[in-house]
């Protein structure tokens, strides 16, 4: 019965994993949308920064 | 890795959900910059009862595989009172996704990252507290 239990919960697992995983390489096929996130994310940690600046 | 990062709110976790592929590329660009990110679960849970089963799983896959991303849980009685000063403050019924997603920027003192700035309107005319927004538009 455990044993049973512990199967379903890393079937579960893996096919969220799974499930990510593919939205994830999708998301990728898009390099040049790829590079805009990355600038999206330098914006983002110069939020933090200044924020963490102004303290 | 940097200190610091984001608390993501209902409004992000429910794009994710639904495959917004844009706000993907965000999430793992922070990922793989070592910006931290924070999931309070009752946010999640929020999300989860949104989406249909297939778009759980890609937000479980996402919360599971992110290696900077940590779910917040309300364990113990030192998270449920944070959470109780919060709800306390909120107009009744209280929008618990929205006093965990506070709670949990002020216990980290990291800002709110949201899809939907509008979504936070009504919660922060009731609140006594600046809550520390920062909508992903904003990172254009």
Redesign the interface.
């Known amino acids: 019965m455990l044993t049973e239990l512990l199967d379903q919960h890393e079937t579960e697992k893996t096919r969220a994993r799974l499930a990510y995983q593919e939205v994830l390489a999708h998301a990728e096929e898009d390099t040049e949308a790829m590079t805009q996130a990355e600038r999206r994310t330098e914006r983002a940690i110069r939020i933090l920064r200044a924020r963490e600046a102004g303290r | 890795m ?1 200190p ?3 608390v993501l709110d209902d409004t992000v976790l429910i794009e994710l959900g639904r ?1 917004d ?2 706000l ?3 999430i ?3 990922d793989r ?1 070592h ?1 931290r990110t924070s999931v309070p679960v009752i946010a999640f849970a929020v999300a989860e009862a949104a989406l249909s089963p ?1 778009q759980r ?6 919360t ?2 992110l290696e900077h991303l940590s779910l917040e849980p309300v364990a113990a009685h030192t998270e449920a009172v944070r959470l109780a000063e919060v709800t306390a403050r909120m107009e009744q019924p209280a929008d618990m996704a929205a006093a965990h997603v506070i709670a949990v920027s002020q216990h980290l003192d ?2 709110v ?1 949201t899809a939907d700035a509008g979504r936070w309107d009504t919660v922060k005319a009731h609140l006594p507290w600046r809550v ?1 927004l ?1 909508e992903v538009a ?3």
């Open positions: 940097i610091f990062g984001y495959r592929l844009g993907h590329r965000l793992v660009s922070f910059a910006v297939d799983l890609v937000l479980r896959g996402l599971d595989v990291w800002p990252l520390d920062v904003d990172l254009n």
